[in-house]
């Protein structure tokens, strides 16, 4: 993740890495902290920042060999990352004083409804809590994540910023990230204060909530979340599978957007031609009389089969897709 660095933030830097790795000397950390921010020497990073600021990615590789050659193997790379990443977590705090880890104000798992001689101390707590390390590797995944996603100039009233933590979850265990809950968290507040961060304009969802509004596009939130299997090439629509419980089958036409789920009652001549034009029926299908324009009866057994054979299909995984329901 590219970072911004001035001679303020190299400062804000060092002073993080003198609280985490005290044995380190002086030094040695800030020769390590030049490597690892793409420059040869202290100095002459120094001599960079002098007229301005640096855009660089932080490369822990290069920060822990110049350590590990100085006796100091065990060091974390990852610790050159988080502070570098704190120096824009504690702008956006100063600049957004309503915003906690939780979110917008103050929230207490165990006890929602906190008194108002309580408020104070949760909210000084869960504002701490944003700069510890596994909340600043969440603010990392959310910049991440919220990159791909397309800029509008109006709200995006469909996701809050709650719906969105999840979807940037769920993008990053696609990419291979295991473990833990820790591993794979985004929490609200911290993708509330990555938005910030990368200039994105934020709302509160309502006066009370503490979820926010982001001006990103529903059609990019929808198309990077694990996208429904589409019809092969040439096929008016794909089968996506079955819920046998409930006697749901579900098929997604060509180039829409409602998956259409349907009931073996609801299996109509009207409703097959959601899926597909009458001549692809006919030519599967003829009719066996005139009462029908193609055989109603032995298309809903051959889709049954193959919804059958998709297997189950859980549209709520899908949450983004509108659904159509022929439930007859």
Sequence with gaps: MKISVTREALEAI?????????????????????????????AGMLAALANGRAECVPNPDAFITFLAERGHAAVDGRA???AALRVPIRSVMAAHEELTYFGFGVYD??????????????YGAQREEMLNDHPVDQFERACEYLSQLEVTGTFNRRHTSYNLKHAAE???????????????CVSNGMLLVAAHHLGLRVRRTHRNSFTGQLNVSWDSV???????????????FSVLGCDDEEMRYFFLPAGSKKVVSLRPRAFSPANLLRLAPLDYWVGLFPPRNRQAPFDTREAMVSLMIR??????????????????????
């Design 222 to 236: 929808r198309n990077l979340d694990s996208p429904l299997p589409q019809p092969e090439d040439g096929q008016p």
């Design 170 to 184: 769920r993008f990053h265990r696609r990419r291979g990230i295991q473990g833990g809950p820790d591993r794979v």
């Design 80 to 82: 050159l990352v988080r």
């Design 109 to 122: 798992y165990d006890h929602p409804s906190l008194s108002v001689d309580e408020w104070p101390r949760g």
């Design 14 to 42: 060092k002073a993080d890495l003198r609280r985490t790795l005290p044995e380190v000397k002086s030094s040695h950390r800030a020769e390590a902290i030049a490597r690892g921010l793409g420059c040869r020497t202290n």
């Design 307 to 328: 919804a059958g054979d998709a297997g189950y299909f859980n549209p709520d995984k899908y949450w983004w897709f509108g659904q159509d329901q022929a439930s007859a």
